[in-house]
């Protein structure tokens, strides 16, 4: 039996045609037609006037941040239950993260609790210059509370859709509200060109700025001027010709990784103690999760046993399975950050499973993983 993955690759046929054609017409970096092809294709799909093709979605946010002038002494507030690439950047640019807690509606960051913060930071003069707003496991927050207070306080709003390209809210795709927003083609996400990233923004200026900084500051010029430090961080043109491949089949991976889901709640959905991170019901039924994973929660007192039983149980199988994003308020790395709110994300973290949700995910390997999960809740125990 092979190993089941938590969110492999998958290929299709028409990159391997576009990776062909960036060969034979001999090519490969930096830049090219497919680079120009993919960034017009991804802000048709995505809505956004600008986007801007990098090597990584951490690259993105680096951009963004620079490129909005986020610098430091600024404040940064971002989602605490999320991967550390969210946070990263605000560091390489001097600035100083404060973590956000989530709601349990929709495992991203309370709308409540910040729209509360802004007003009480705007009165004590003490707002942050921007927002990162993470879109959790194919999932948008509640954007539109969020981006009214961050408007009405004069706070920059960047989306982190690394994990939701495709999801939408009130009908609109995640990324295409903020000031700025970016998506990561990182091997396991929900379309991949092995590494890349794609900036996303409603402002001509941004994108200049973020293009010219990605490329070395090479100003418009025959000789090499530079005015500002920059950075190598183009995607390659056979890369965004994998890009621009995978694009084509994005809605068709959403359909697939949204069957895994539900077949994992029919199958599994009956077992004590076993929560599916729901899908939220704001932004007024415009609201799509991708389920770029499948995520649940486990209570181990009516479920029989802990998620990291279960965890471990999986491994044991050769199935790869994971913890909930550990929150960035509890890294060493980030000790003595300030956190806004109280614990769900810990809770979440605790409690919380991502089980193989893969586009590519056949109905037997999938059967696999659930016998094992079925397998370790009290109710097999008690009739084994
Ligand atoms: C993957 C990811 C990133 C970073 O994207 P890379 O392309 O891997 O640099 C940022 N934020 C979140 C939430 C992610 O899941």
Known sequence: MSRIYL????????????????????????????VDAFEQELSTYVGTPHAVALSSG?????????????????????????FAASVFPIHYVRATPVFVDADAESWNMNPAL???????????????????????????????PIAKA?????????????????ATYEGRMAGSFGDAGFFSFNGNKIITTSGGGMLVTPHAHVASQARLLASQAREAVQHYE??????????????AGIGRGQLQQLEA?????????????ACLGDLPGVSFMPEATFGRGGMRSTRWLTTLTIDAARFGA????????????DIEARPVWKPMHQQPIFAGCRKIGGDVSDLLFATGLCLPSGSSLTTEQQDRVIAVVRSCARESNAAA
């Not at 007003?119 to 539109?144: F, K, M, S, T």
């Not at 530079?226 to 890369?239: D, F």
């Not at 802990?306 to 199988?317: F, G, K, P, W």
């Open 7 to 34: 969110s492999p690759p998958h290929l299709g046929v028409a990159e391997e045609a576009m990776v062909i054609e960036a060969f034979r017409s001999n090519w490969l970096a930096p830049l090219g037609p497919h």
């Open 58 to 82: 951490t690259a993105a946010l680096h951009l963004a941040l620079e490129s909005l002038g986020v610098g430091e002494g600024d404040s940064v507030w971002v989602s605490t239950l999320t």
């Open 114 to 144: 910040v729209c509360e913060a802004l007003d009480e930071a705007g009165r004590r003069n003490a707002l942050p210059r921007a927002i990162v707003l993470v879109h959790l496991y194919g999932q948008c927050a509640d954007i539109a």
């Open 150 to 166: 961050c408007q009405r306080h004069g706070v920059l709003l960047i989306e982190d859709a690394a994990e939701a390209l495709g």
């Open 226 to 239: 530079h005015r500002h430090i920059g950075y190598n961080y183009r995607l390659s043109n056979v890369l």
């Open 253 to 265: 991976r959403v359909t697939s990784r949204r069957a895994v889901f539900e077949r994992y709640r």
């Open 306 to 317: 802990t998620r990291t039983e279960i965890c471990e149980a999986l491994m044991a199988s």
